[in-house]
């Protein structure tokens, strides 16, 4: 009931308006979004970075509907690879890309326009030495996401891609991935799917996060595991020592402000772990999405938006 009323609030703009402005909700917005403006995002990463942590920045912007709007989101992506390098970062902060951003499924003559944007902001990613991962959307993407990063990764490896555990299909997709050598983001799964096509309870989630983990680690590519869990976390650790992998064979990736104390923990036994840090003007749904996932989040949220700490 209240994770509804939440996420009911995601679409209320007067709500959006009123956590914008009012103070106490501030450190709530600050907890989770590093802020509106690419020098917001590089300022949060490079404190992360100084921490030891790895980033993965998520520019959170406007709804694509057209191809020029498209252009316009592939060259703010182009100049966020070129603030990287000139910030220094390189090395330690990638970008998280979401191919709908880019326009997926509008067509540029024969071509989906979404791929020639992504293999731009990927060739400047590149120039500035670092990398991008594609972010996966709802299963009826699956299949063109996951076409669009294997035609990436002919002219650009080290293109990650992200594989949800909740989609029945997923395992079959790890066996593909591990095969091919590539870095692969597994998560649970953000999305509302039928039980069609993915597995709707959660213990079934994750005994099939295992098994895609268990394919990954014993494969060829980069296993990056994106989860709070903590039973997922030491399973992977476990993992990784059984298959041989060495600290920086794999790493662990957590979403910011989620955690914290634990993205530490696992950096201080040695471990890479990668943040995810989203910012940029569209962070409302993003934000209203994080707190919906737990209970103690929500009584944070309502209690903020009652005026109260
Ligand atoms: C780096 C990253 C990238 C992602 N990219 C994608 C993507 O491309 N596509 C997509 O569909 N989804 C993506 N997700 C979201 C993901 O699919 C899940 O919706 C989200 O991570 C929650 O799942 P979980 O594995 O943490 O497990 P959950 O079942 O949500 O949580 C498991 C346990 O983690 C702990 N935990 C969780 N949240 C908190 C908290 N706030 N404070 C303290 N403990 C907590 C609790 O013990 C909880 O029981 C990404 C997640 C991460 C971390």
Known sequence: MLRRLVLAAAQNRSIERALTHAAPTRAVVDRF????????????AGNL??????????????????????RVTAQAYRELAQAIAAAGLASSVEI??????????????????????????????????????????????????????????????????????YLRRSLQDCRTLAEAGARVRLCKGAYREPASVAFTDRHEVDRNFVRCLRVLMRGNGYPMVATHDPRLIAIASVMAVQAGRAKDRYEFQM????????QRRLRARGERVRVYVPYGSEWYPYLVRRLAERPANMLFFARALGGRK
């Not at 979403?255 to 634990?262: A, C, F, Q, T």
């Open 96 to 165: 998280s890309l979401k191919l709908s951003s880019l326009g997926q499924g509008l067509s540029d003559g024969d071509h989906d326009l979404s791929v020639e944007l992504a293999r731009e902001v990927c060739a400047a990613a590149k120039e500035a030495g670092t990398t991008v991962t594609v972010d996966m959307e709802d299963h009826t993407t699956t299949d063109a996401t996951l076409a669009a990063v294997s035609t990436l990764r002919a002219d650009f490896p080290d293109v990650g891609c992200v594989i949800q555990a």
């Open 49 to 70: 970075v100084a921490d030891g942590l790895l980033v993965s920045l998520d520019r959170l912007g406007e709804q694509v509907h057209d191809a020029d709007q498209a």
């Open 255 to 262: 979403l910011y402000g989620v955690r914290p104390d634990e």
């Open 33 to 44: 979004v590093a802020g509106r403006t690419v020098d917001d995002a590089l300022r949060v």
